[in-house]
């Protein structure tokens, strides 16, 4: 990987930057199956009828699917490779999930990434990646919009 130089600089640089648009559709038998792994027994997330008679279109993606998505639409390695540094080198600070509208299995969702803030701390020892990401549905409704901080440590003394 290419040597960049992480300072200030390129922080105000990149903070705002927005990548391209994606589409990702919900497939039923994913959320089955991460409900599934999750634990969540919710007849909801596995049973049409029962997603229907509850009032969703389909069965409905467990809170935290949203990050999936991201996964599968390829969004997840953006950022940081215009720092750089891949996922091996980071850590996971923190989601945070708002969801304006259900995920249905089915759904096709139109998806864009950001670049929110880039802060170091602790003297300059840790870099603060924080990502934004939202999804609008095929009827154009805003369904979700994450938040994703992630660490980078940095090889330098505390200044």
């Known amino acids: 990987m290419v040597e960049i130089e992480l300072s200030e600089p390129l922080y105000r640089s990149l903070i705002g930057k927005r990548y391209p648009p994606f589409t990702v559709q919900i497939s039923a038998a994913r959320v089955r199956k991460y409900a599934e792994l999750i634990g ?5 997330h596995q049973d049409s009828q029962a997603a229907r008679a509850a009032g969703y279109r ?8 949203g990050f ?10 953006l950022a940081l490779a215009d720092l750089g540094v891949t996922v091996n080198e980071t850590l996971h600070g923190e989601h ?5 509208s259900p995920l249905c299995a089915g759904d096709v969702l139109t ?4 670049i929110e803030d880039l802060k170091e ?17 095929q ?3 805003l369904a979700l919009r994450m938040i994703q901080t992630s660490i980078v440590p940095l090889n330098r003394r505390a200044r």
Request: charged share 20%; proline share 4%; hydrophobic share 40%.
């Open 139 to 141: 009827l154009g409704e």
């Open 111 to 114: 998806g864009c990434q950001w």
């Open 96 to 100: 945070r999930f708002d969801y304006f």
């Open 68 to 77: 999936t998505l991201a996964l599968l639409a390829g969004q997840s390695d």
């Open 40 to 44: 969540d027994t919710g007849r909801v």
């Open 58 to 65: 389909d069965i409905t993606a467990p809170p935290t699917f």
């Open 121 to 137: 701390k602790k003297g300059g020892t840790l870099l603060f990646l924080i990502t934004g990401f939202e999804l609008n549905n």
